[in-house]
């Protein structure tokens, strides 16, 4: 049954192997709330719901009598290097509240693990829309209403590339000149560490692609604070005007870096109306939807409202290597179950996503001449 509310429709009880002392929680957030968080309405023990839609870090619902709250804390398991900073996504959206209003507020960090286990934090609930694979009928948006959406998420990350880092505090939050070069590296060492063989969990090499993306990295065009998983179903929508953009979530792998990068991430995901049967089967979010732009028409739109002159050369790298990255964060999902770190059955879907996700990158690659 379709629904406008996220937590009927994507949140249940909590599994029991992410099960965690609840009063326990309730206890250390009464008296470890940042000072210019709200803490009214924060008596009892709240209910919890855990959020069943992610595959890497998790949320949950902190339902009081009269408010919501969102724990976010790492999955269990061995953990890629790097991964998983919950001081790092709070302290990004925290810092950039006043410069980006589209976060939700910060209400606490907690890096004493003896309370859960890890390090977790709590934010505020932003009470709106959060868009899966389609639109509901109900949001009452016709194809012109559709555009203006995929016109606003487009928008808001262009403002998102357009904020003064060092006015936010964010200078540290990244390495500086060299990002491109660092995630071809960065990323095809992931791949290769978490790379699963056998007949059973057995995936492909990548090692045609990664040669390729070596081969075709362009230079940096900016170093500007990006999202790293700009996505649809990370957007909450004005129930008032869902083409307005209340919050963004999951800043987990936020950064300084190339903002064309940023872009190509996103558009690993965009799944158009014309792709092939595999790539529609794994559509997550309603970018298939009439109004919505086709992948070209988002890096042109993109071009002309960031004023940023983007060769078709390199918008093939960067769609290229956000595929590859993609594969890579599927694979180091499936490295999991394929070790018995963890049990969802979900995530034994991920191998012929990373498999599928070879092939679409070696078939881009091969379809524009540059094939090894």
Same mark, same amino acid.
């Given at each position: 049954?379709?629904?406008?509310?996220?937590?009927?429709?994507?949140?249940?009880a909590?599994?029991?192997?992410?099960?965690?002392?609840?009063?326990?929680?309730?206890?250390?957030?009464?008296?470890?709330?940042?000072?210019?968080?709200?803490?009214?309405?924060?008596?009892?023990?709240?209910?919890?719901?855990?959020?069943?839609?992610?595959?890497?870090?998790?949320?949950?619902?902190?339902?009081?009598?009269?408010?919501?709250?969102?724990?976010?804390?790492?999955?269990?398991?061995?953990?890629?290097?790097?991964?998983?900073?919950?001081?790092?996504?709070?302290?990004?959206?925290?810092?950039?509240?006043?410069?980006?209003?589209?976060?939700?507020?910060?209400?606490?960090?907690?890096?004493? +693990?003896?309370?859960? !286990? &890890?390090?977790?934090? /709590? %934010?505020?609930? *932003? #009470?709106?829309?959060?868009?899966?694979?389609?639109?509901?009928?109900?949001?009452?948006?016709?194809?012109?209403?559709?555009?203006?959406?995929?016109?606003?998420?487009?928008?808001?990350?262009?403002?998102?590339?357009?904020?003064?880092?060092?006015?936010?505090?964010?200078?540290?939050?990244?390495?500086?000149?060299?990002?491109?070069?660092?995630?071809?590296?960065?990323?095809?060492?992931?791949?290769?560490?978490?790379?699963?063989?056998?007949? +059973?969990?057995?995936? !492909? &090499?990548?090692?045609? /692609? %990664?040669?390729? *993306? #070596?081969?075709?990295?362009?230079?940096?065009?900016?170093?500007?604070?990006i999202?790293?998983?700009?996505?649809?179903?990370?957007?909450?929508?004005?129930?008032?005007?869902?083409?307005?953009i209340?919050?963004?979530?999951?800043?987990e792998?936020?950064?300084?870096?190339?903002?064309?990068?940023?872009?190509g991430?996103?558009?690993?995901?965009?799944?158009?109306?014309?792709?092939?049967?595999?790539?529609?089967g794994?559509?997550?979010?309603?970018?298939?939807?009439? !109004?919505?732009?086709?992948r070209?028409?988002?890096?042109?739109?993109?071009?002309?409202?960031?004023?940023?002159?983007?060769?078709?050369?390199?918008?093939l790298?960067?769609?290229?290597?956000?595929?590859?990255?993609?594969?890579?964060?599927?694979?180091?999902?499936?490295?999991?179950?394929a070790?018995?770190?963890?049990h969802?059955?979900?995530?034994?879907?991920?191998?012929?996503?990373?498999?599928?996700?070879?092939?679409?990158?070696?078939?881009?690659?091969?379809?524009?001449?540059?094939?090894?």
């Open positions: 049954m379709t629904t406008l509310d996220d937590v009927e429709a994507n949140a249940g909590m599994r029991e192997e992410d099960a965690f002392d609840v009063a326990a929680v309730a206890q250390w957030l009464r008296e470890n709330a940042h000072p210019e968080a709200d803490t009214s309405a924060l008596d009892g023990t709240p209910e919890v719901r855990q959020f069943t839609g992610g595959a890497s870090n998790l949320t949950y619902l902190l339902r009081y009598p009269e408010r919501d709250l969102i724990l976010r804390r790492p999955p269990s398991g061995t953990k890629a290097k790097g991964a998983h900073d919950m001081r790092r996504e709070h302290d990004i959206q925290r810092a950039l509240a006043p410069h980006f209003p589209a976060v939700a507020p910060m209400v606490a960090f907690c890096d004493d +693990e003896s309370v859960i !286990g &890890s390090d977790f934090y /709590v %934010m505020g609930r *932003l #009470d709106g829309i959060i868009l899966r694979q389609e639109i509901p009928p109900e949001m009452g948006l016709d194809e012109a209403g559709v555009r203006r959406l995929c016109e606003t998420a487009i928008d808001e990350l262009i403002a998102l590339h357009s904020v003064d880092v060092k006015a936010a505090g964010l200078e540290s939050f990244g390495k500086g000149e060299g990002y491109v070069r660092r995630q071809v590296e960065g990323w095809s060492a992931r791949y290769r560490k978490a790379r699963t063989h056998g007949e +059973e969990h057995g995936t !492909g &090499s990548f090692e045609t /692609v %990664m040669a390729w *993306l #070596d081969e075709h990295q362009p230079q940096d065009v900016a170093n500007c604070l999202h790293n998983d700009y996505r649809f179903d990370n957007f909450v929508l004005d129930k008032d005007d869902p083409t307005r209340l919050g963004i979530l999951d800043w792998m936020a950064t300084l870096g190339d903002p064309l990068m940023d872009l991430g996103a558009l690993a995901y965009w799944v158009q109306a014309d792709d092939d049967d595999f790539m529609r794994s559509r997550r979010q309603p970018t298939h939807t009439p !109004g919505m732009m086709t070209d028409e988002v890096w042109s739109y993109y071009a002309e409202k960031s004023g940023r002159t983007i060769d078709p050369k390199d918008q790298f960067y769609e290229v290597f956000g595929l590859f990255r993609l594969a890579v964060i599927a694979q180091q999902i499936y490295y999991r179950y070790n018995g770190q963890t969802n059955p979900v995530f034994k879907q991920f191998r012929p996503m990373v498999n599928y996700l070879e092939w679409r990158c070696e078939k881009l690659i091969g379809a524009n001449g540059d094939g090894a």
